[in-house]
């Protein structure tokens, strides 16, 4: 499947950032474009989709899912609501604060799995550059 160039060049350089960026605050900003670029663009994600058995073989959904906490954590941190976010956002939400007020615990479940996270966004990327061509 061909993509436009600019969802391709869109992605390149979102994930470029995501490589790039030292661990901070500012690499979980990094996770949440590259994911936010992923699910604005429906041929990326659906590249991602469980039906597709190499997926399955690789597990590339519960990765993917790994870093959608992030996304959906920093998203959460712009929102003011008294609704209960359910005990696994909340966690998020509370880590990527801890991260973003510089407290680098290794406590911190988030700040110690940073290279995990660029990991999985390699794999995704990875995953994502073979529909690219």
Same mark, same amino acid.
């Given at each position: 499947m061909k993509l436009p160039a600019k969802?391709? +060049?869109?992605l390149d $350089?979102?994930?470029q950032?995501?490589?790039?960026t030292p661990a901070s605050f500012d690499f979980y900003v990094a996770i949440h474009d590259f994911i936010e670029h992923i699910e604005f663009n429906s041929s990326l994600s659906k +590249?991602? +989709? $469980? &039906?597709i058995k190499s997926n399955r073989e690789l597990r590339i959904s519960n990765k993917y899912s790994t870093l959608k906490q992030i996304y959906q954590g920093l998203k959460d941190? !712009?929102?003011n609501t008294n609704v209960d976010?359910? !005990?696994t956002r909340y966690m998020v939400l509370r880590e990527l604060?801890?991260? &973003?007020n510089k407290n680098f615990s290794e406590g911190n479940s988030f700040w110690k799995k940073? $290279?995990?996270f660029r990991k999985l966004a390699t794999e995704i990327y990875e995953r994502l550059s073979p529909n690219l061509v």
């Open positions: 969802v391709k +060049s869109g $350089e979102k994930f950032k995501v490589l790039a +590249s991602l +989709s $469980e &039906r941190t !712009h929102i976010l359910g !005990h604060n801890q991260i &973003r940073r $290279e995990l």
